[in-house]
């Protein structure tokens, strides 16, 4: 008989708990979480907050008790494993209410502590009016400092999913958000011109977004009673608005009722490290692709370990709720004699943003580029389903696939409508090796309330195809500047397009309809970069005037593109 | 130069046109519609008439004069390619209108003539009030009597993509509707049991179904002028509702006002067979994967043509547009001297019915019998995002898979949201060759407004996963009740379950969370039968039974897949 210690009783470690009794009714099993609640949905922490999840009770998946008496497993809350001893394979639980401690025994350890809010040394980061989210009582607390304090205005520090979630979740509250952001763009995981589609739509909703904006120090406001001005107003209670004053990185100040810091999560190590356990070089504790540990009888998942990214297959941390729980099922299996391994993390996200969504697989062009990996990009901007039948909303998307051979290296995608379902389709097929040609074949559900016969998939694998064929060159909206005397740009939308959307400095308008007509009126000694409204008809023009002996580059996404490229917030 | 003549105007035809364009700025192409409107959208013609899409010129995309004003071909609209003679290269086209013709040469042929509905022998078929639904004028000619007549009741008959779409549009202009399909379901791409989904769901919204019955005469009702019963009754016109008497398979008879036949489409072959070229086996034209017909200068693509199935590679008419758009693009490159291939067909698949959708990809069990190919099945019913975010429902999945090494036959998916992605999904996997084990690990977007972290696809390869290693036995619906001595139906659902959703008859009930506490209670001589909702308490309960040495299986699906499995209509 196997005795099977947890050190975590949420994603991961609630995950390995489960498998490991279907896998061995005999294993003694004993999970400890420090905190009073297992196996809550965090993810859904900040729903809650803005109103959207209305039960609190929704959010408690299960109690110690449902668990054991599922899983018959020793669920000991607010118990803290406070250390390990290797040699001895014994861990040290410390009561969290009594500060007793007590030993128990193991014959395998899962570690699965998950990461932390990064609080950086800030002065006053400890009053009462600063909180991160990360857990029910971190939730509690805002939920009750909202009620309580009723603030008109809220500062989020950190413009990444938990950020942008509180944002939202504040506005739907009626509070006024000052969002901070050090990075120039939210949303690390997507590129910088696909954010400021999130920038847009922060600032539509009344968002204060201060981009490469930090924060320096918290100050609390000391609020004089103030003598009311009239006699009935003597029983109203004074409202303690705007009670922290906030020092930002460019020397401005603001005034604030409640802060919340989201900058980021580091791997919660302290326990591994103590009992001497090897680290990654990003900080996160050591896995092998049987989740193992350095040490053969300890093995850890979740927020707290690094895993190869899937395309580099570098060491990554990815605190993500889907990789959690499938490690903590391979954990359980290998504690109990299994050889299961973990594949490589793709680290595919989606963010809900107001009505919006924003999403990721692979690797983004930042990463791209700092690795010198040699890349191509296109985009596309394309109706989630038939333009004819109600409800349809451009997606724009943008793939990042090697120029060699077509291998998908990464994509992103935002708009309102069928983003999550586009970058699943694109996230297996990266996993499955497919190349971006193959994804202009993909046979995907149609009918005109879900799709298109060619669907926005279709449609960026045949961009790129193109590419790749030699049909198409293409150029991005660095290039239609760049050694302007041996260039022209060539706008082949319709007149009324250009007064409506806007037009691009210097270019030469000829709608495409007329452009055989006109093709005297080009030159043949300059390099001509055509722009339509989303690529389409660029390409079009592009293989009418490379077959008439024009050197042309057709600008991928189109004006679209470009004004997301421009964009400034 | 190359002269290419194209036979066809709409979704295969255009798509080749416009492509042969790109690919030659020289070539002369002509395309010939035989009906008025070139690249409409047929599939949007059902929402027309429901009323969904307001607009009729939404639904045509293009007009000769755009089409040429872009891509410079020749639309010659109202004119049919009434004979092909091979050996001189020439078409003779024949004017709709004045019955004139003329001959066309061509360099090479493009046959994209579709499928036209089937008109089986029936008696009053040529009625004035019976209609099919193909193209514009068959639409303008429906809604036409939906305004003049005003029918108070309408028959469908088929219940196929067109067939279901029409019930929707007439019950959506509040007109009764009575559905007569001929086999014992509707939607043959999927298993009866998934139709069931869809048979209450037509029941939930006032549709008459009537399943095995077919359509055997259609007779006109000879209405006397009735005798107005009040004088105030004088002015007002006589309604003439239910207009056709319709005799029905089963000897009942059937008054109605309107009659739809969406029984099916044939391939248009008329013109191949006189120009003596090949047909399949299923009476399409015959192709070579170039999309290249028995005559190396004629292509053809589209509903007319037969293309091998993804799975099986025997031969299919699979009439779907997007596999139209593919090979009519496929056909431009080849007639340009390209060498690209045309690679099978999944017949990928989705059809809105009301408030749900039912998708499908690869092969049905139906199909997998017949064949006698291995396989193996299991359901999951999961939510389609996490059950704690308002709006989650469940998506009811099937997934067909080889028992000998996980291979993806197909896949069937129902509900109310989300189905769209899932189908999407296994396709992706099924088209790259990933088996359901890879299902189970694949990373998918995850937040609460858009999936779990454990995604329907993912259970669903976890499901088939235990079965495919062992870890679990399963058991289906047919099976529970077969040689019952040397078995017994133990159901782990919770007593106020079985009281809300119902029971399996003789079934013993022991919760779940009383089960290893009662083990002395089950038969150590008797294959235990579980069953619990979905199939994941079973699962658990399987886990414990099997380890404490009793013989048992999981009902997959659960008791939800019971009930479609045993539902009537």
């Known amino acids: 008989?196997?005795?099977?210690?947890?050190?975590?009783?949420?994603?991961?470690?609630?995950?390995?708990?489960?498998?490991?009794?279907?896998v061995s009714e005999t294993a003694e099993i004993i999970m400890f979480e420090r905190g009073e609640f297992i196996s809550f949905a965090n993810c859904g922490l900040p729903y809650h907050i803005g109103g959207e999840i209305e039960s609190r009770d929704a959010l408690l998946l299960q109690t110690p008790e449902s668990f054991d008496a599922r899983f018959k497993v020793d669920v000991r809350i607010q118990q803290e494993v406070v250390a390990v001893d290797r040699h001895a394979k014994v861990v040290t639980v410390r009561h969290s209410q009594s500060g007793e401690t007590y030993q128990e025994s193991y014959d395998k350890l899962l570690l699965s502590p998950g990461a932390a809010p990064i609080v950086p040394p800030i002065s006053g980061m400890d009053n009462h009016h600063v909180y991160s989210l990360r857990n029910i009582p971190d939730m509690d607390k805002i939920l009750s400092t909202l009620a309580l304090h009723e603030?008109?205005?809220?500062?989020?520090?950190?413009?990444?999913?938990?950020g942008l979630e509180m944002v939202e979740a504040l506005r739907h509250r009626g509070v006024h958000v000052t969002l901070l952001e050090l990075a120039d763009q939210v949303m690390t995981p997507v590129d910088h011109e696909m954010a400021n589609m999130v920038h847009q739509k922060l600032v539509d909703n009344g968002v204060d977004l201060r981009l490469s904006t930090g924060l320096i120090a918290i100050n609390e406001i000391n609020i004089a009673p103030l003598e009311p001005e009239a006699t009935d107003s003597y029983d109203k209670p004074i409202a303690h608005h705007n009670t922290l004053n906030l020092t930002l990185s460019n020397g401005t100040e603001l005034n604030t009722g409640l802060v919340i810091m989201a900058i980021g999560v580091k791997p919660e190590t302290t326990l591994a490290v103590d009992a001497g356990l090897a680290l990654g070089q990003l900080g996160g504790i050591q896995v092998n692709a049987a989740m193992q540990t350095s040490d053969p009888d300890i093995f850890a998942v979740g927020?707290?370990?690094?895993?190869?990214?899937?395309?580099?297959?570098?060491?990554?941390?990815?605190?993500?709720?889907?990789?959690?729980n499938r490690q903590g099922r391979i954990a359980a299996d290998n504690m109990l004699g299994g050889d299961r391994v973990y594949r490589r993390t793709q680290g595919t996200?989606?963010?809900?943003?107001?009505?919006?969504?924003?999403?990721?697989?692979?690797?983004?062009?930042?990463?791209?580029?700092?690795?010198?990996?040699?890349?191509?990009?296109?985009?596309?901007?394309?109706?989630?389903?038939?333009?004819?039948?109600p409800g349809a909303h451009p997606v724009?998307?943008?793939?990042?696939?090697?120029?060699?051979?077509?291998?998908?290296?990464?994509?992103?995608?935002?708009?309102?409508?069928?983003?999550?379902?586009?970058?699943?389709?694109?996230a297996v097929a990266q996993r499955a090796g497919l190349t971006v040609q193959d994804l202009e074949d993909l046979e995907l559900t149609y009918a005109p309330p879900f799709g298109s016969a060619r669907d926005v998939v279709n449609q960026a694998g045949?961009?790129?195809?193109?590419?790749?064929?030699?049909?198409?060159?293409?150029?991005?909206?660095?290039d239609l500047f760049s050694s302007a005397s041996d260039r022209m740009v060539l706008d082949v939308r319709?007149?009324?397009?250009?007064?409506?959307?806007?037009?691009?400095?210097?270019?030469?308008?000829?709608?495409?309809?007329?452009?055989?007509?006109?093709?005297?009126?080009?030159?043949?000694?300059?390099?001509?970069?055509?722009?339509?409204?989303?690529?389409?008809r660029g390409h079009v023009a592009y293989r009418i005037l490379v077959q008439h002996g024009f050197e042309a580059r057709n600008l991928t996404g189109g004006f679209k593109t470009f004004q997301l490229m421009n964009a400034s917030f």
């Open 1 to 22: 008989m196997s005795k099977i210690v947890i050190v975590g009783g949420v994603a991961g470690g609630a995950s390995a708990a489960a498998r490991a009794r279907r």
């Open 151 to 162: 603030p008109r205005h809220a500062t989020v520090v950190g413009g990444g999913f938990i």
């Open 303 to 324: 927020d707290a370990v690094e895993t190869p990214e899937f395309v580099s297959g570098e060491s990554s941390l990815i605190p993500l709720a889907g990789p959690a």
């Open 349 to 389: 996200a989606i963010c809900k943003i107001f009505d919006m969504a924003i999403a990721s697989t692979g690797l983004n062009e930042k990463r791209l580029k700092r690795d010198q990996v040699a890349y191509e990009k296109v985009y596309v901007h394309t109706a989630s389903h038939a333009s004819y039948y």
């Open 396 to 426: 724009s998307l943008k793939l990042l696939f090697s120029p060699d051979d077509g291998k998908i290296l990464g994509a992103q995608a935002a708009g309102l409508d069928g983003i999550d379902k586009r970058i699943d389709v694109i």
């Open 462 to 478: 045949m961009v790129a195809s193109n590419v790749l064929s030699g049909d198409e060159k293409i150029c991005h909206t660095e």
């Open 494 to 536: 319709n007149p009324g397009e250009l007064e409506k959307s806007g037009a691009i400095p210097n270019a030469v308008n000829i709608p495409l309809h007329q452009l055989r007509a006109r093709l005297a009126e080009l030159p043949r000694d300059k390099q001509i970069m055509i722009a339509c409204q989303v690529g389409l």
